[in-house]
């Protein structure tokens, strides 16, 4: 079955976003999101939520009404030597064969798996509900539709309580043994004031030999991050006490 017939009137109702889908995305993706959306994951696309590099981030809707995110790797433009670089470590993906295709589909497996591990542990991060080849979906989060924002566009009520919120989250993903690697204002949603962490998939397992170095890159981006948002006196000592206190006590 090729993708022409597969009925693309339904899968995206906006003919512009067909149009659009299409140009950054071949047959196998359409296919893909058919064979997803014939699961029951969703029931159609209808726009975009978010744009980069290596991946679209796209609202969808299943026949409840229930809205969902559905993130689509490029497998041209993305980074394959890097993700290769973090794949490499972990037996589970390290079979990936050395091409681009492969190592985008093991990448998205590894977000997947990374954000159950994190669901697991009370991290706040969005519920994973599927992956195939380059395609997660994931949990929806925003209010009456429309996308939280980024931490970087975002206005918080109670810094203090926020920073505390994101010590926990921080000390949970630990107690997971995982760092995330790549934290930042860019890879945190803000809704009722609480962090939601994404964008998971290069997190490392804490044996990882560079981990130390990523977990440190982490906290120090963070801390650029709550001075600019007016905790100027936090030193990267007290963060990373305050983080260990946390995974301490559980919380």
């Known amino acids: 079955m090729t993708a022409d017939e597969y009925n693309l009137s339904k899968l995206f109702p906006e003919e512009d976003l067909r149009k659009t889908f299409a140009k950054v995305f071949d047959k196998n993706v359409i296919k893909t999101i058919h064979t997803l959306s014939s699961q029951g994951h969703f029931d159609h696309l209808e726009y975009t939520i978010a744009t980069g590099k290596e991946a679209h981030v796209f ?12 993130k689509i790797y490029k497998i041209e433009t993305s980074d394959f030597k890097r993700m290769e670089e973090y794949l490499d470590f972990e037996p589970r993906f390290k079979k990936a064969k050395h091409d681009k295709r492969n190592i985008v589909f093991a990448w998205t497996q590894k977000e997947f798996s990374a954000l159950q591990r994190f669901k697991k542990n009370k991290v706040n991060v969005p519920t994973p509900l599927a992956a195939k080849e380059n395609v ?26 926020f920073y505390e919120n994101v010590c926990v989250n921080i000390a949970r993903m630990l107690n997971a043994k995982i760092i995330h690697g790549d934290l930042s204002e860019y890879n945190i949603l803000v809704q009722d004031d609480e962090p939601i962490i994404i964008d ?3 997190a490392i397992p804490t044996i990882h030999p560079n981990a130390k170095k990523f977990y440190e890159r982490d906290l120090n981006n963070m801390l650029k991050v709550f001075h600019r948002m007016g905790l100027k006196e936090l030193t990267f000592d007290t963060f990373y006490e305050d983080v260990k206190k946390a995974k301490e006590s559980g919380k």
């Open 136 to 161: 997660l979906v994931m949990e929806f989060i925003g209010e009456n539709g429309e996308p939280s924002p980024r931490l970087k566009d975002a206005r918080v009520e109670n810094i203090d309580a």
């Open 200 to 202: 998971c998939g290069q």
């Open 59 to 70: 609202r969808a809707v299943d026949n409840a009404g229930h809205f969902r995110a559905i």
